[in-house]
Each structure stands twice: as structure tokens, then as C-alpha cells.
């Protein structure tokens, strides 16, 4: 973070997320954790640290996020919305999941600056998750995405237990 | 388009993630979109459906459009992994001008 970016956040200008606890200036970031998967990290998303509970993650648009006409690419909107909403699945629901359909509406092209992702779980029922992610930048709101997601039994954790000694 | 799958599209699952997925499919609209219409176009909306895990292989995109408006375009794409439909995808494009 730079001096800059510590004014700012200071100074509290503008809510980037526009949600309940409402997210100001530049907020500061913190590791995307592994599981998000290589796709997302190599992407440059990171997470908004500080927010409790639910998931923020945060991407700096640059050139190589960029399509032809300079605008930040749908593919890369729609996967720091997917990130954020299958993050915020396993932090909630504690098993993973897989995305089985989504959708993405984009309001308004971004070219430069940071963008916001919030995830929100709208509904969980007999293994699927409905879920949205509010996307803004500098303020604006720039997409809405709205994703279904399969829950998966989560061998790790259930191998876990049997060597922690389940009979 | 194709797409050849390598370990930096999976994620931790080891699948590829649905996001490489989604790149793709909105490519090769996008590509579809531009060899016909012949002007500048960005996605608007686009929904996709997941039917199966990609483990590895070679990942097609095929596209056609279903709809060519004033201002609007309205395509699909079917993604197939080695003769195997993984993903079906319908978007909207914007013609910018």
C-alpha cells in the first residue's frame, strides 16, 4: 500500500461496495488463500482483509486484464465474481462445491482502477447453493453475477477424520 | 477456438476452473460475433452451464448466432472436451458501433 493509499483509507472518500458494512478508499488486501485455485491467483485477485463475517475479494485492473477495445474482460469480471461467491461457499458452509451454472450481467466497461467483489449466499437446499456477487469500481457498480453451485463431500476433511480416529 | 487444458487452468479439485471455462466460451462468441457482424462488440450478459468436470484434453468452443438485432447480438456456445459437451453457454453481446 502506498502513502497515498493510506490517505485514502484514512479519509474514508467513496464506498466501494456499496454493502452493509460498506467498504471505503482502497482497502487493504491479504493472500488470496490456495484453494481459490491457479486461474484467480495468476489473475492478481486478492482478498479484502478486515471483513467479517463474508467474502471481498479485490482485483487491480491492468493491461493484461484488458480486452481489444481496453475495457477489463468478461472473463476476468466473471472470475473474481466466481472466486469470491465459491470462497465465501466454504467459509459458510465448511465443504466444497463446484459452480453448476452462472450468470453475469455487466453494467458498465472498466478500464482502470480497483474492483470490488462481495459475495452473498442467497439460498442453501439439498446440496446447492444459490449465490450472487456484487461487482463495483471506485463506487460504481460494474456487474452482477448470479451463480448456482453444487456442494461436494470434501474428502480431505472426511479422511481427517477417520485418522483422527472416527469408528 | 480451442483450448489445450495445462495445470494452470485447474483448480485445487484438479478440474479446470469454471472461469478458464467461461473465457473461452465468451471468446469464441466474441471471435463468432466479429467474423459475421464485422463490428466492435462486448459482452453484456452471458449464462453458463457446467455438465462436466474437465480433467484434461483439448476443450472446443463452437459458436453460433441466434439473433442478430440493431444494437444486440444474441449467441451460443457449446464447449466440448474430446468429442465430450462439458458446457453450454448463452450471451448477449452489445455492438459498440
Do not use: W
Not at chain 1, 133 to 151: D, I, K, Q
Not at chain 2, 10 to 37: C, E, K, M, P, Q
Not at chain 2, 57 to 72: A, K, N, Y
Amino acid at each position: 500500500m502506498s502513502s497515498d493509499d493510506s490517505r485514502q483509507t484514512r479519509s474514508r472518500p467513496r464506498s466501494l461496495t456499496g454493502g452493509r458494512e460498506a467498504i471505503s478508499g482502497r482497502p487493504p488486501s491479504a493472500k488470496l488463500p490456495s484453494i481459490a485455485g491457479a486461474p484467480s491467483e495468476l489473475a492478481g485477485i486478492e482478498r479484502v482483509a478486515g471483513v467479517e463475517p463474508g467474502t471481498v475479494l479485490r482485483l487491480e485492473a491492468g493491461s493484461n486484464h484488458l480486452d481489444q477495445h481496453g475495457a477489463v474482460d468478461a472473463s476476468v469480471l466473471f472470475l473474481l465474481a466466481d472466486t469470491a461467491v465459491a470462497l465465501e461457499i466454504l467459509r459458510s458452509q465448511r465443504t466444497d462445491c463446484t459452480t453448476a451454472e452462472a450468470k453475469i450481467n455487466i453494467l458498465r466497461p472498466v478500464s482502470s482502477g480497483l474492483v470490488v467483489a462481495r459475495a452473498r449466499i442467497l439460498h442453501v437446499k439439498d446440496g446447492l447453493v444459490v449465490a450472487e456477487a456484487s461487482l463495483r469500481c471506485e463506487g460504481r457498480r460494474v456487474a452482477e453475477a448470479l451463480f448456482t453451485y453444487a456442494l461436494l463431500p470434501s474428502p480431505k476433511r472426511e479422511g481427517a477424520a477417520a485418522s483422527a480416529g472416527s469408528p | 477456438m480451442s483450448l489445450r487444458v495445462e495445470e494452470k487452468h485447474l483448480n485445487v479439485a484438479g478440474v479446470v476452473h469454471g472461469g478458464v471455462t467461461f473465457a473461452l466460451a465468451d471468446s469464441s462468441i466474441g471471435y463468432a460475433i466479429h467474423s459475421v457482424v464485422r463490428r466492435r462488440s462486448t459482452t453484456a450478459e452471458m449464462k453458463i452451464n457446467y455438465l462436466r468436470p474437465v480433467v484434461g484434453g483439448v476443450m472446443l468452443s463452437r459458436s453460433r448466432i441466434l439473433r442478430r438485432g440493431r444494437t444486440l447480438v444474441v449467441a451460443k456456445a457449446e464447449v466440448s472436451c474430446d468429442g465430450t459437451m462439458v458446457a453450454e453457454a448463452l450471451a448477449t453481446f452489445a455492438l459498440l458501433d
